[in-house]
Structures are given as C-alpha cells and as structure tokens.
C-alpha cells in the first residue's frame, strides 16, 4: 500500500519568516513528486513539482527531495498572509497510475 | 489558454439517486482525471480518461463510472448515491496520461452534497 503522510497542522509561521512542510513517502520506487496549494473552499492549485534529488526553486518557493529517507519539503520564503491555505503532497509512483494525495498542512501566517 | 472547467459548481441530491458531473479539458491536454476529496482528506483518485478510455482506476465501487470525449471533455456518473459520497469532486487535465508523468491542473470542482 503506497501511502503519502503529512501531519494536519495547523502550522503557524510568522509573517516574513519561512515556513517548513514536510511530507513523507512508504515507498521507494521511481517517483515524482507534487505540491498543491488550497484556499479553503476553492480547488488545488499547483505550486511544483520535482522529480530529481536535490532542490528545485521558483520564486519564492523550493522542494527539496531526499529519496533515500523518503521525504519532500517545501519551504516557503518571506512568507506572507495570502500563503495562508492547506498545502497538499502528492507522490506517482512510476506503476502505480494514479497520484497519491497526503492529507495536506494547514498553514496559518500571523501578519 | 483556457483553463479546466467543470459544472455544474454546487448540487443536492438524495440517496439512491443518479448524477452526472461534467469537465473541459485545458487546451491541449488529452488526459483527464477525476478525484473525490472529502472534507478535511486529500482528493482519491477514482479514475483517469485518456483517448476515450479508462486508463487506470482507484478503490472505488462500479456505480462510479465514466466517460470521456473525442473532444477531450469527460463526464463523471454515480449511481444509487450514498450518504458518503459527499464531497468535493476534481476534474485535473494533463497532456499525457499518468505513466507519462505530466503535472495535473485542476478544475474549480462540483461540490455534491447527498441528503
């Protein structure tokens, strides 16, 4: 059972500080990995993605992967009020044919 | 570039009903995807449309079913509806089917709420 962890939050971060969210993976396997971000009753946006060990920036947003303890994070600089949303993980594993979704981080910037 | 759009946005049905749901791809893209997100989980998958048909399927019963258009456009059908299928329903596109590891964009989703 391929499975996609990350914890609920909420998670508060000061404004201009940076926010950390974290999302752990059961499987090995050849994957690829998503952030979504989702505003309280509105639909997923996609923030990155990443397939390659190592970090990837935009902006002011970086996933950084590590295949072998199975994790993927994205940190989120200067981080301001309109990052306020639930922050969605989601993994394909090459075989799998479907994209596996956590249960997504709520994140709270106090201005 | 048009984006995914689905419809309708909001519907209330009653158990043991039918109901269709209905997504545009975005320009360009032949792969559809549909999910189901409760409140408070992330989107299941349920199944994905490529070229007309069924590409791959998650845990979901056969009263879930689907359909998928020459023009790309694919509808969402459920039947004899529960009390648990409430929920939040995403249509994503994409330009290639899963095994071909393309980012899914996502529609603004039908809210269906079964009384």
């Known amino acids: 059972q391929k499975e996609v962890e990350q914890n609920s939050g909420p998670l508060s971060v000061p404004e201009g500080a940076i926010a950390s969210l974290n999302c752990t993976y059961s499987d090995r396997g050849s994957q690829s990995f998503f952030w979504y971000r989702q505003y309280s009753g509105k639909s997923p946006e996609l923030i990155m993605f990443i397939y390659s060990n190592g970090d990837k920036e935009d902006g002011r947003f970086t996933a950084q992967l590590n295949k072998a303890s199975q994790y993927v994070s994205l940190l989120i600089r200067d981080s301001q009020p309109s990052d306020s949303a639930t922050y969605l993980c989601a993994v394909w594993w090459f075989g799998n044919e479907k994209l596996t979704f956590g249960t997504g981080t709520r994140l709270t910037i106090i201005p | 570039e048009t984006g995914v759009t689905q419809s309708p946005t909001h519907l209330i049905k009653t158990r043991g009903q039918q109901v269709t749901l209905r997504c545009s791809s975005q320009?360009?893209?032949?792969?559809v995807s549909w999910y189901q997100q409760a409140l408070g989980q992330g989107p299941q998958f349920i199944f994905q449309y490529y070229r007309e048909e069924e590409n791959g399927r998650g845990n979901f019963p056969p009263r879930f079913s689907g359909l998928q258009f020459p023009n790309y456009s694919s509808e969402l059908n459920v039947n004899a509806l529960e009390l648990d299928d409430s929920a939040l329903y995403l249509c994503?596109?994409?330009?290639?089917?899963?095994?071909?590891?393309?980012?899914?964009?996502f529609g603004d989703g039908t809210r269906l709420s079964i009384l």
């Open positions: 994503a596109s994409s330009l290639g089917p899963l095994h071909s590891n393309q980012p899914q964009h």
């Open positions: 320009s360009g893209h032949n792969t």
